[in-house]
């Protein structure tokens, strides 16, 4: 059972813009660095936002990430139709002792 | 160029155990902590456990008693080690490698391919 909950989907239109919330407690999001990754249908997950708000090499700057308190979010502006995907947001949490992730945001381009 | 390559798949009985092997490449393997992560068909990602440079492990709670992850430094070499297995344990594993030190900071940047693991009687 996921400790950090997503909303199962999101949607919107080609140019769009789509954010996800990641809601979490002090022991993760509150505590650490938050993480997003895009996996795409059958493939293996890829590093989307490390470190609450960064970009790795090659990822679209329509692409960002923010966090606030216990919460965080990914905000994905210009919306193209390859960015149907399933979207996980992940911590530390200190409590567990774990790396936790969430219970995933399915976007789908209309 | 970072690769990291698993294991072919594997179909497994109720009871017996698995070892997922990920062969790193691209970079100096000695330096970076591996995870392993997993996905039932369907679902999301689960956090297994960890091995750091040292070869030293932390194992998720869930897993703890069933999971062994090891590496071989002469071959570039981690694997994932998961006895007792049962249906619940059939899913899609992965090995991933995390360039932080610090367990509040930890990301995983690089991907294997993953390795089906089917447990079926």
């Known amino acids: 059972q996921s400790v950090l909950t997503q909303p199962p989907s999101a949607s919107g239109t080609p140019g769009q813009r789509v954010t996800i919330s990641c809601s979490g407690s002090?022991?993760?999001?509150?505590?650490?660095?938050v993480n997003w990754y895009q996996q795409l249908p059958g493939t293996a997950p890829k590093l989307l936002i490390y470190?609450?708000?960064q970009r790795p090499s090659g990822v679209p700057d329509r692409f960002s990430g923010s966090k606030s308190g216990t919460s965080a979010s990914l905000a994905i502006s210009g919306l193209q139709s390859e960015d149907e995907a399933d979207y996980y947001c992940a911590a530390w949490d200190d409590s567990l002792n774990d790396y936790v992730f969430g219970t995933g945001t399915k976007v789908t381009v209309l | 160029q970072v690769q990291l390559v698993q294991s072919g798949a594997e179909v497994k009985k109720p009871g017996a155990s698995v070892k997922v092997s990920c062969k790193a490449s691209?970079?100096?393997?000695?330096?970076?902590?591996m995870h392993w992560v997993r996905q039932a068909p369907g679902q999301g990602l689960e956090w297994m456990g960890i091995i750091n440079p040292s070869g030293s492990t932390t194992y998720a709670q869930k897993f703890q008693g069933r999971v062994t992850m090891t590496r071989d430094t002469s071959t570039n070499t981690v694997y994932m080690d998961l006895s007792s297995l049962t249906s619940e344990d059939t899913a899609v594993y992965y090995c991933?490698?995390?360039?932080?030190?610090?367990?509040?900071?930890?990301?995983?940047?690089?991907w294997g391919q993953g390795t089906l693991v089917t447990v079926s009687s």
């Open positions: 470190t609450n708000n």
């Open positions: 002090s022991s993760n999001i509150g505590s650490n660095t």
């Open positions: 691209g970079y100096t393997f000695t330096t970076y902590y």
């Open positions: 991933a490698r995390d360039p932080t030190s610090s367990s509040g900071r930890t990301y995983f940047d690089y």
